[in-house]
C-alpha cells in the first residue's frame, strides 16, 4: 500500500504527466517500441528520485513494460503530491509526499527496499547506502543499480575504494547525453527560475556568484550572464577556473566573492562552501543559495538562528553583525524546491539513459561485477540520435572514405 499526502490529488497529478509525456518523446517513442515485448517482465524496479511529472513518465513507462514499480522521493522536501498521487492510481507502490522529517524519509526507504527490488535506479545515493548498510536489507539480491547525479556517484567511488560495493552500479550522470544537458541546461534554466520565485527580483546589473564550475556551474553562469549579471565563479579546480577565466567570466576566490556578490549559487556538491566567515563578510542584504544535491554547501545553521521566512522559499537572516542576509529554500535544491525542477525535453535525456541502462544490468548483471561501470557508449549515442531525431536535426554520416582517412597515418 502506497503512502501519499492526499489521493484526490491524482487528476491534476494526470494534467501534469500528460504535459510531460508530450514533451518527452526520446523517452516515449523508446517505450513504445518495448511495449509488446514487455522486457521488465517479473522484475522488480525500485526508483528514488525527485517526484515529479518528468519522473512519473518513466515510472509509468517502467510499469507498462512489464515491470513492478516501487518508489520514495530522492529528497525529502521536493516532492509534487499531486505527482505521487498520479502514480498511485497508476498500480504504482509510491511512499514519497512533501516535508517530511528526517526519519519519514528513511521509513520510505525502508518500506520501498522491502518490495526486495532486482534493480535500484537512485538519485543521490540515499537508497542505495541504505541497501548496503542497513543489515535488514543485507540479504537483498540486487542484479545493479543506476545512479543519476553527481553526489550518488561520488559516494559510491568512496565505497567502491574500500572495497565496499555489492553490486554493480551504472554511473548514469555521466553519459555524455546526460551531465551535458540535464546537469548544464536543467540545472541552469530551473536554477533561475526557482531564485526568481523566491526573490523576484532582477538578475540584470547584479554581480551573481556561481561557486563551482562543474556541468551544473557552467549551466547555472551561462543563464545568469544571459539575464545580464555579471557573473563571478569561484573553484578549486585549476582547469575549471582557467575554462571560466576564458568564458568571459571574473574568478574571485571565495573570500574576495563573498565580499562583492548581491546573488550567490552553490553549485559544487562539496560541504563548507560558503562559510560563517563569508556570511559575516558580505553585503547587507546579499541573497544565497544551493543547487547542489545536499543542503551541506552553505553554512545554514550560523543563518538560521535569527530568522523569518519573508516570502514563500526565502528567509532573512540576521547575523550576529547586524547584517540581513537572505537565505532561497533554506539551502536546499533550490531549483527543486522554489521551482519545478528540470524541463522535461532534458529530462527525456537522461531518463532514456536510465532505461536502456536499466535493460543493459537485466541482460549483462551476471557478467557484471560490483563496482562503477560507465552508461555504454552505444547507450549514450542512441540517445543523442534519438534526440536529435525527435527534433528533426539531420546529420551527416562519415562516408567510407572518410573512415578510411581516420584509420590511416
Ligand atoms: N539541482 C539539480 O537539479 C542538480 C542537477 C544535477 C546535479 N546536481 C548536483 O550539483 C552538484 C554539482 O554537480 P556537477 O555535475 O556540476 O559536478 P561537477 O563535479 O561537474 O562540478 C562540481 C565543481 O565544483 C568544484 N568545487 C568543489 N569544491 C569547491 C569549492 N570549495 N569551491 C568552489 N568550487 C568547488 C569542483 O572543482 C567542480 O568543478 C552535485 O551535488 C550534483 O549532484 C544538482
Not at 221 to 233: E, L, Y
Not at 251 to 256: A, C, G, I, K
Request: hydrophobic share 40%; proline share 3%; charged share 20%.
Amino acid at each position: 500500500m502506497s503512502k501519499i499526502k492526499d489521493k484526490s490529488l491524482a487528476k491534476n497529478g494526470q494534467l501534469g504527466y500528460k504535459w510531460a509525456h508530450a514533451h518527452m518523446q526520446i523517452l516515449t517513442n523508446s517505450i513504445k517500441r518495448l511495449e509488446k515485448s514487455k522486457p521488465l517482465k517479473g522484475i522488480t524496479l525500485a526508483f528514488c528520485l525527485q517526484i515529479t511529472k518528468e519522473t512519473a513518465v518513466l515510472l509509468v513507462g517502467a510499469k507498462k513494460l512489464g515491470a513492478h514499480v516501487v518508489a520514495c522521493g530522492g529528497n525529502p522536501l521536493t516532492t509534487q503530491d499531486d505527482i505521487a498521487a498520479f502514480l498511485d492510481s497508476q498500480g504504482i507502490q509510491i511512499y514519497a509526499w512533501s516535508g517530511q522529517t528526517k526519519p519519514e524519509y528513511e521509513w520510505c526507504h525502508a518500506q520501498v527496499l522491502s518490495h526486495k527490488p532486482q534493480i535500484i535506479t537512485d538519485d543521490g545515493g540515499d537508497l542505495n547506502t541504505r541497501a548496503h548498510f542497513d543489515k535488514k536489507f543485507k540479504h537483498l539480491k540486487v542484479f545493479g543499480a543506476t545512479e543519476e547525479t553527481t553526489t550518488g556517484i561520488n559516494r559510491y567511488r568512496a565505497m567502491q575504494k574500500k572495497g565496499l560495493l555489492r553490486y554493480p552500479i551504472i554511473a548514469v550522470n555521466n553519459a555524455k547525453t546526460k551531465m551535458m544537458f540535464d546537469n548544464k541546461y536543467g540545472t541552469g534554466q530551473s536554477t533561475i527560475d526557482g531564485y526568481l520565485h523566491a526573490m523576484n527580483l532582477l538578475f540584470a546589473s547584479k554581480r551573481t556568484v556561481v561557486c563551482g564550475y562543474g556541468w551544473v556551474g557552467r549551466g547555472v553562469a551561462q543563464k545568469c550572464a544571459g539575464m545580464g549579471s555579471k557573473v563571478i565563479v569561484t573553484e578549486v579546480d585549476p582547469i575549471k577556473a582557467l575554462e571560466a577565466h576564458m568564458d568571459g567570466f571574473e574568478v574571485l576566490t571565495m573570500n574576495e566573492a563573498a565580499k562583492t556578490g548581491d546573488v550567490f549559487i552553490t553549485c559544487t556538491g562539496m560541504t563548507q562552501v560558503i562559510t560563517k566567515k563569508h556570511l559575516l563578510a558580505m553585503k547587507n542584504g546579499a541573497i544565497v543559495g544551493n543547487v547542489g544535491h545536499f543542503d551541506v554547501e552553505i553554512d545554514t545553521k550560523s543563518l538560521l538562528i535569527h530568522s523569518r521566512e519573508v516570502r514563500p522559499n526565502l528567509d532573512e537572516c540576521i547575523l550576529k553583525n547586524g547584517k540581513n542576509i537572505y537565505l532561497v529554500s533554506k539551502g536546499r535544491v533550490a531549483n527543486l524546491i522554489a521551482s519545478e525542477g528540470h524541463p522535461p525535453e532534458v529530462m527525456a535525456l537522461s531518463f532514456s539513459n536510465q532505461l536502456h541502462s536499466i535493460l543493459y544490468i537485466l541482460r549483462n548483471h551476471k557478467k557484471m561485477k560490483p563496482q562503477i561501470y560507465d552508461v555504454p557508449k552505444e547507450i549514450d549515442n542512441q540517445v543523442a540520435l534519438d534526440a536529435l531525431d525527435s527534433m528533426n536535426v539531420k546529420i551527416d554520416r562519415l562516408t567510407k572514405r572518410q573512415i578510411s582517412y581516420r584509420q590511416s597515418w
